[in-house]
Antibody, heavy 119, light 106 residues
């Protein structure tokens, strides 16, 4: 059974930094591309960042480019999202999602971890 | 960026009815469109990909259609458990983009 579990969400102030983690099981993580997708309160889904099986293909949304870094540790079956210079508008539930093989949509999602940025 | 526009924002329907949810892309995305269902407090669930291919375990009452810029998710014989927000996502171009969602109330 595929399991995806995010952690690290918390309450922070603008300008602070945070690292989210996503631990997976039930599939071969090293063979899977992954993404982070977020959802602000009462809003729609927003794709944030994508990491292919290797570092050769990494993409970011313009809204986070230069502030967020996606990375992975295949030995730990873990995907990370390093977030710096956080803004109020980064407040959202952050989901980790597995990409369908060879296509950029998502067949499995975690339950999400909430990040609140407020002064 | 490909803007995805969904309509209507909200639908109130009765059990057993048939509804059609619209998703329009700002430019052609071929058939590179996915639909997701999201219930309150839950993660999104993949319903459809390639515009019209049902994901594993999705009931046959869910049907997807369209290509290019105009897409439709049709739900026939609505069940109470179909109450949810339905979102479309294009994966033809980076950045990946979602519609704002259609809430279906039963």
């Amino acid at each position: 059974e595929v399991q995806i579990l995010e952690s690290g969400g918390t309450l922070l102030q603008p300008g602070e930094s945070l690292r989210l983690a996503c631990v997976v099981s039930g599939f071969t993580f090293s063979n899977s591309a992954m993404s982070w997708v977020r959802q602000a309160p009462g809003k729609g889904l927003e794709w944030v960042a994508a990491h292919s099986r290797t570092v050769e293909s990494i993409h970011y949304a313009d809204s986070v480019k230069g502030r967020f870094t996606i990375s992975r540790d295949n030995s730990k079956n873990t995907l990370y999202l390093e977030m710096t210079n956080l803004r109020v508008e980064d407040t959202a539930v952050y989901y980790c999602a597995r990409r369908w093989p060879a296509e950029e949509f998502f067949d499995h999602w975690g339950q999400g971890t909430p990040v609140t940025v407020s002064s | 960026e490909v803007v995805m526009t969904q309509s209507p924002a909200t639908l109130s329907v009765s059990p057993g009815e048939r509804v059609a949810l619209s998703c329009r892309a700002g430019q052609s995305i071929s058939n590179n469109l996915a639909w997701y269902q999201q219930k309150p407090g839950q993660a999104p669930r993949l319903l459809m990909w390639g515009a019209s291919t049902r994901a594993t375990g999705v009931p046959a009452r869910f049907t997807g259609s369209g290509s290019g810029t105009d897409f439709t998710l049709t739900i026939s014989g609505l069940q109470p458990e179909d109450s949810a927000v339905y979102s479309c996502q294009q994966y033809n171009n980076w950045p990946l983009t979602f519609g704002q969602g259609t809430k279906v109330e039963i």
